[in-house]
C-alpha cells in the first residue's frame, strides 16, 4: 500500500498517488495539505480515506474547533464522521487500510 503522511512530498502528483491520507501532527503546511485532501473526499475527486494522528491529544482543539462548526452549521456532521482520528500509530493505519475502498 501506498501512505502519504502530509509532509511537504513535492506537488499534488505524489498525493495522487497514495491509498490514504494521515495528519501527523504538524503546522500550517500539514493543515493545508490535510484539509486540500480532506476537501477533495467531500467533492468526490477521490475516495481514498484521510485521517489525523491525535498523539497526546496535539489535534484535539482543531477537532474541537471543528465540531463546534458542525454545530453551528456550517460543517456537515458526516464529514466529522468520514475521518480517521487515533491516538496511536498502528491505529490510525489499521483505520485506514479499513477504508481503502478495493484494498
Not at 497514495?18 to 480532506?38: C, K, M, Q, R, S
Not at 453551528?72 to 496511536?88: C, N, R, T, Y
Amino acid at each position: 500500500m501506498n501512505w502519504a503522511a502530509t509532509l511537504p512530498l513535492g506537488g499534488r502528483e505524489r498525493r495522487l498517488h497514495a491509498d490514504a491520507f494521515l495528519a501527523l501532527p504538524g503546522g500550517l503546511g500539514t493543515l493545508e495539505e490535510i484539509f486540500e485532501v480532506w476537501t477533495w473526499r467531500q467533492l468526490g475527486f477521490h475516495r481514498k480515506p484521510v485521517g489525523f494522528l491525535n498523539a497526546n491529544g496535539f489535534w484535539s482543539p482543531l477537532l474541537n474547533a471543528l465540531n463546534a462548526i458542525v454545530a453551528s452549521g456550517f460543517l456537515s456532521a458526516l464529514a466529522m464522521e468520514d475521518i480517521i482520528v487515533e491516538q496511536e500509530l498502528p491505529a490510525a493505519l489499521e483505520a485506514l487500510s479499513r477504508r481503502i475502498v478495493g484494498a
